[in-house]
C-alpha cells in the first residue's frame, strides 16, 4: 500500500487554472494506476479522472471532460491534476487515489487514498 500526499490547492477565480500533485511513497509508482477524486460538502465523492500505469487511457468524468488532464510523472512517482477553465461548482475537497487495477479507482474503492486538499472557486 503505498502513501499519497496531495499538494496545490487553493482559492482561485472562476475561469482560473490550478495545478494539483500528489507524491507517492513505500511503493513501486509504475505499477499503480492512479486517479483523482472529488467531495464537495453535502455530496458524495465523485470520480474525476483516472490514469493508466503506463498513461495511455486517461478516462475523465463528463463533468471536467476538455478542462482537467490527468499525468504522471513515473520518475517522480507523481500524478497531476491540471484544472483549467475552472467553474465554482469545482469547489470541492480532491483526493489522490492508487490502485493496481484501474477499476477500482473509477469505483471509488482504490487501495490508497490521499489526505485531501481543497479547491475552491469563487465567482
Known amino acids: 500500500q503505498v502513501t499519497l500526499v496531495e499538494s496545490g490547492g487553493g482559492l482561485v477565480q472562476a475561469g482560473g487554472s490550478l495545478r494539483l500533485s500528489c507524491v507517492a511513497s513505500?511503493?513501486?509508482?509504475?505499477?499503480?494506476?492512479m486517479g483523482w477524486f472529488r467531495q464537495a460538502p453535502g455530496n458524495e465523492r465523485e470520480f474525476v479522472a483516472g490514469i493508466i500505469r503506463g498513461g495511455g487511457s486517461t478516462p475523465y468524468a463528463d463533468s471536467v471532460k476538455g478542462r482537467f488532464t490527468i499525468s504522471r510523472d513515473n520518475a517522480k512517482s507523481t500524478v497531476y491534476l491540471q484544472m483549467n477553465s475552472l467553474k465554482p461548482e469545482d469547489t470541492a475537497v480532491y483526493y489522490c487515489?492508487?490502485?493496481?487495477?484501474?477499476?477500482?479507482?473509477?469505483?471509488?474503492?482504490?487501495?490508497?487514498w490521499g489526505q485531501g486538499t481543497q479547491v475552491t472557486v469563487s465567482s
Open positions: 487515489a492508487a490502485d493496481q487495477v484501474l477499476h477500482n479507482i473509477r469505483v471509488l474503492t482504490p487501495e490508497s
Open positions: 513505500g511503493g513501486t509508482f509504475s505499477r499503480y494506476a
